[in-house]
């Protein structure tokens, strides 16, 4: 399974942005897809993820209430909705997928074994 994740940019304290992570397989459909960020400096750390069978996505802390995570198993593709952005959302986005078939959510990077190559966000003050 091949991630690409796009979507990026540079916004305003308070702005949007919507990420998107296309995946090169069908396979995709069937897997676990989270998304992780990396700050400078820090660990990479859980931002959401969402089962390919549906249920309740899962969400850090940080980000509930100001981000959505949503995916299109047709088009092999998840999204990542991000409002009411603060500057400590400035990091490179990363998608990442579990194997197939997968149904439990994780929020350890060691329990994803795809990754795309991240976007960079930026949020300034």
């Known amino acids: 399974v091949q991630l690409q994740a796009s979507g990026g940019g540079l916004v305003q304290a308070g702005g949007s942005l919507s990420l998107s992570c296309a995946a090169s397989?069908?396979?995709?459909?069937?897997?676990?897809v989270g998304w992780f960020r990396q700050a400078p400096g820090k660990e990479r750390e859980f931002v959401a993820a969402?089962?390919?069978?549906?249920?309740?996505?899962v969400y850090a802390d940080s980000v509930k209430g100001r981000f959505t995570i949503s995916r299109d198993n047709a088009k092999n593709t998840v999204y990542l909705q991000m409002n009411s952005l603060k500057p400590e959302d400035t990091a490179v986005y990363y998608c990442?997928?579990?194997?197939?078939?997968?149904?439990?959510?994780?929020?350890?990077?060691?329990?994803?074994?795809?990754w795309g190559q991240g976007t960079q966000v930026t949020v300034s003050s």
């Open positions: 969402i089962s390919w069978i549906g249920g309740t996505p």
């Open positions: 990442a997928a579990r194997g197939t078939g997968i149904t439990v959510i994780h929020k350890t990077k060691q329990s994803y074994k795809f």
């Open positions: 397989a069908r396979t995709f459909s069937s897997a676990v």
